[in-house]
């Protein structure tokens, strides 16, 4: 069901993306421009992409980087995504726990990610799997994240 996308598929996640970001109001990067970046970050080989579905109908990007805290490799899962109307079928799920594992194999210590506080669904998915919010935590001070074009 979840799969490793290979070279070929980059086109295929350039169109995922590309509706990713249509459907949360992100300005949009032509498809074709997503997928050609895909290729390049893929055949790179810090970044992992896992597809879902005969679509694809989702998808998951984690990038690797060596941890400055662990002798291991740091993972942060930089997009989840599943088309709207295969949502609810557990194919979320399904790219969580397959990039859970593929983290592992790859040598990563913990994986780390960001997600919109009215992004209620993802949320509960990441709790439910054992992803802890560093706000609910009683001794954790609210963490911010930050961004800048260059």
Do not use: W
């Amino acid at each position: 069901m979840v799969r490793r996308a290979e070279l070929a598929d980059a086109e295929a996640i350039g169109r995922l993306l590309h509706g990713f970001n249509v459907e949360f109001d992100d300005v949009p990067t032509p498809p074709e421009q997503i997928g050609e970046r895909m290729r390049e970050v893929i055949a790179e080989g810090s970044t992992i992409v896992l597809l879902v579905g005969d679509g694809p109908d989702g998808f998951v990007v984690l990038r690797f980087q060596p941890s400055l805290s662990t002798s291991g490799l740091e993972c942060y899962l930089a997009e989840l995504y599943v088309v709207a109307d295969m949502r609810g079928q557990g194919l979320g799920r399904a790219l969580m726990e397959e990039a859970i594992e593929v983290a592992r194999r790859e040598g990563a210590d913990y994986i780390h990610l960001g997600t919109s506080e009215d992004d209620v669904a993802a949320r509960a998915l990441y709790e439910k799997l054992g992803f802890t919010n560093r706000e609910g935590k009683p001794d954790g001070p609210v963490m911010y994240v930050y961004e800048r074009e260059l």
